[in-house]
Nanobody, 121 residues
Framework: QVQLVESGGGSVQSGGSLRLSCAVS????????MGWFRQAPGKEREGVALIAQNGYTEYAVSVSGRFTISRDNAKNTLYLQMNSLKPEDTAMYYC???????????????WGQGTQVTVSS
């Protein structure tokens, strides 16, 4: 059974940092492209960052230079280090996995339940 479980969300002040984690099980993690997405109330889900099977990374322009995606294949865990957080980063954050699709479009096959990030000014 495929499972993706996010953790690490919370409430921080502007300029603060958070580290999100996504623990995965039920599939060969190293063979999948992994992504972080977010969705704010009333807005569409948007891609934040991805890391491919070979370690290639890509970021949304809005988070480039502030967020860092990484993966630990030995621990079947995906991370998102978020620094210099802004109020506009407030959203539900989701991790996602797909064996063949690897882009910032939300078309991945497997999704977690999300973790809330709230940034106050």
């Amino acid at each position: 059974q495929v499972q993706l479980v996010e953790s690490g969300g919370g409430s921080v002040q502007s300029g603060g940092s958070l580290r999100l984690s996504c623990a995965v099980s039920g599939f060969t993690y190293s063979g999948y492209c992994m992504g972080w997405f977010r969705q704010a109330p009333g807005k569409e889900r948007e891609g934040v960052a991805l890391i491919a099977q070979n370690g290639y990374t890509e970021y949304a322009v809005s988070v480039s230079g502030r967020f860092t995606i990484s993966r630990d294949n030995a621990k079947n865990t995906l991370y998102l280090q978020m620094n210099s957080l802004k109020p506009e980063d407030t959203a539900m954050y989701y991790c996602a996995a797909d064996r063949t699709k690897c882009s910032l479009l939300p078309r991945y096959n497997y999704w977690g339940q999300g973790t809330q990030v709230t940034v106050s000014s």
